[in-house]
């Protein structure tokens, strides 16, 4: 059975720093391009960032760029989400998922695993 599992959310002030963490049960997580995406209250579920099945290949939200930085370690079958300058609208419940497309998609219908999600709120 899959799972991805998040953790390290919590609460930060306007300019802190948050590192997320998705731990994957996934027997070939190396073969999985790996995503991270956001959702706010009343809002769609939104890219964040996705990286190649290797590291190789990085890709961001605008809204995010030059702020937040994601990372794997397939030794660990572990992804991360460094995420720093935060900012009130980065609030959100950030989920993680898994697809095997060799491209770096930024659509959620296109990845086939998801965690259960984590909670980032950021006080101004």
């Known amino acids: 059975q899959v799972q991805l599992v998040e953790s390290g959310g919590g609460l930060v002030q306007a300019g802190g720093s948050l590192r997320l963490s998705c731990a994957a049960s996934?027997?070939?997580?190396?073969?999985?391009?790996m995503g991270w995406f956001r959702q706010a209250p009343g809002k769609e579920r939104e890219f964040v960032a996705a990286?190649?099945?290797?590291?190789?290949?990085?890709y961001y939200a605008d809204s995010v760029k030059g702020r937040f930085t994601i990372s794997r370690d397939n030794a660990k079958n572990t992804l991360y989400l460094q995420m720093n300058s935060l900012k009130p609208e980065d609030a959100a419940v950030y989920y993680c998922?898994?697809?095997?497309?060799?491209?770096?998609?930024?659509?959620?219908?296109?990845?086939?695993?998801w965690g259960q999600g984590t909670q980032v709120t950021v006080s101004s």
């Open positions: 996934l027997r070939t997580f190396s073969y999985y391009t």
């Open positions: 990286i190649a099945w290797n590291g190789g290949s990085t």
């Open positions: 998922a898994a697809t095997t497309t060799n491209s770096i998609p930024t659509t959620p219908r296109v990845y086939t695993y």
